[in-house]
């Protein structure tokens, strides 16, 4: 893949910050501003069936990724999200809740705020880490599973 990384997280974040949105809105519509929403209630029930072409795009551009690439987001995001200083050393220890891609795409599509995670887990990386190695240092912790 010849596409960068940091451009990747670019256009990851354009599409989640619609995903947002859209699920904000359809919440909107459904219960009201600033109402709470039960799991399992009709409303939440409800709220599933609206459709969500921005979900569904996001959901096509992660699968649409190297598992490396997919892997890279996950890391930053939970180095971001649990303040851990390097993505890559703490996905060592995280990699085992993620055993398969589709479980570590599952958790990225299942945090909000993911993008202000991501963008935190970038300022958290080592300055001689280049952001556009990260998949590649990811990548080569599988290896050494092997």
């Avoid at 989640?16 to 929403?37: A, F, H, R």
């Avoid at 996950?74 to 479980?103: C, H, M």
């Amino acid at each position: 893949m010849k596409t960068p990384f940091s451009v990747i997280l670019d256009r990851f974040k354009v599409l989640s910050d619609l995903e947002n949105q859209e699920g904000e809105y359809s919440k909107n519509l459904i219960i009201g501003p600033g109402q709470g929403l039960s799991y399992g209630s009709p409303e939440h029930l409800e709220l599933k069936n609206e459709p969500a072409p921005c979900s569904e795009a996001l959901d096509a551009f992660l699968d649409a990724l190297p598992p490396e690439v997919v892997h890279a987001i996950a890391a930053l995001l939970f180095s971001g999200r649990d303040k851990q200083a390097d993505a890559v050393e703490y996905w060592k220890t995280l990699r085992a809740n993620f055993p398969n891609i589709a479980d570590a795409k599952r958790a990225i599509l299942e945090i909000e705020s993911r993008y202000d995670y991501i963008a935190s887990g970038i300022k958290l990386l080592p300055k001689s880490t280049a952001l556009n190695d990260v998949p590649m240092r990811i990548a080569a912790l599988y290896l050494d599973l092997i």
